[in-house]
């Protein structure tokens, strides 16, 4: 029987299909001929290599007794899933820990937190409170923040200094 969507969310349709067509005894081949369609592309979509598109969703629903859009609300929310998991939501850090104004001369709104990563860094290293460090440590990881913070020979404020020996030497002992 074919779970509920609400307790399936995230998994990739040819997953539920592979175990559904197993569970049947219908070969991938067989299943393929009745719907009218090929069967590598069944057999890409139980190895989870293609996708469903709403033309198989309807198929597949009518032959498998199910809705018409079940396997496209799969389909959409393993698509959600997999995004989120690529860290869409991390292309900046937790805004809510870092103070805009130790951004004062740029508008907080436009920064690129990948491309102006080293001065980014700098900036919360020489002028950043404790909590502020930590989120940019925690959002570039110590790896990136120590090469990126290897070429800069400007530091003028000794908190700079101070911040980068406390801070990312701390963390490895």
Do not use: C
């Amino acid at each position: 029987m074919i779970p509920e969507i609400s307790k399936i969310k995230g998994i990739h349709p040819g997953a539920v299909l592979k175990r559904e067509i197993k569970q049947r005894g219908i070969k991938s081949k067989d299943l393929a001929l009745w719907i009218g369609e090929h069967a590598q592309t069944i057999s890409a979509i139980i190895n989870e290599r293609r996708n469903i598109n709403p033309g198989l969703s309807i198929k597949l629903g009518k032959i498998l007794g199910v809705e018409k859009d079940y396997f496209m609300h799969l389909q959409a929310s393993f698509d959600v899933k997999k995004l989120q998991s690529k860290n869409f939501d991390q292309k900046m850090p937790n805004l809510t820990k870092i103070r805009r104004v130790l951004f004062w001369d740029t508008d907080f709104t436009k920064i690129d937190w990948i491309k102006d990563r080293k001065a980014i860094i700098k900036r919360v290293f020489e002028r950043g409170n404790p909590l502020e460090i930590k989120e940019i440590i925690n959002f570039y990881g110590k790896d990136t923040i120590q090469k990126e913070l290897t070429g800069i020979k400007n530091n003028f404020l000794p908190s700079f200094r101070h911040n980068l020996v406390k801070y990312l030497e701390e963390e490895t002992n």
